[in-house]
């Protein structure tokens, strides 16, 4: 077992935040600020994860972000992934292009029209990529293409020569 970790000496404006920050509107914060504290009166972080029903990694992981950035760490920040990587580079868009330029048919499929959905089931069957995206991933690997997905809509007509006239919004 390693050493405790707990957080460095507090200044008096830290303190100062540290308790405004205990009567904030979100429990993120109220969180944080509790084990900070909790951590500044000497408490190992299992004593605060029992205390406040979390897992010790996750007290000594703000413990350790407070003593880097201060009370800059105790606000919730970005769930946005730090690098995003798309799943089709340049030779799988092209491919899925060509896929789309086909009939869904010609991939055993029960319908003519594409969809997004379709498109992704289509596309990870044919190995263009390693797993089952989803439909947005699919619009947007399509925009990068330069190519605007429109979703297809079915047209109803009639034989009825009068078939347009009986369907004009009627004035009166």
Not at 56 to 70: H, M, S, Y
Not at 114 to 130: D, I, N, R
Request: aromatic content about 6%; some cysteine.
């Amino acid at each position: 077992m390693g050493k405790p970790i707990f957080v460095r000496k507090l200044k008096e404006k830290e303190l100062r935040e540290l308790a405004a920050g205990l009567r904030s509107s979100k429990p993120f914060t109220v969180r944080r600020c509790q084990m900070v504290l909790a951590s500044s009166r000497g408490k190992t972080a299992p004593n605060i994860a029992e205390f406040i029903g979390c897992d010790d990694q996750t007290v000594r992981n703000v413990i350790k972000a407070f003593n880097e950035r201060g009370v800059a760490a105790l606000p919730a920040g970005s769930r946005r992934p730090k690098t995003v990587q798309p799943l089709f580079g340049e030779e799988q868009a092209d491919r899925l292009k060509a896929l789309l330029h086909r009939s869904p048919r010609d991939f055993d499929q029960e319908t003519s029209l594409w969809t997004l959905e379709l498109a992704a089931e289509v596309s990870f069957a044919e190995g263009l990529t390693p797993r089952r995206v989803s439909g947005e991933c699919i619009r947007l690997a399509l925009k990068r293409l330069g190519i605007a997905w429109k979703r297809a809509k079915h047209w109803i007509t009639s034989p009825d020569p009068e078939y347009k006239r009986k369907k004009m919004p009627v004035t009166g």
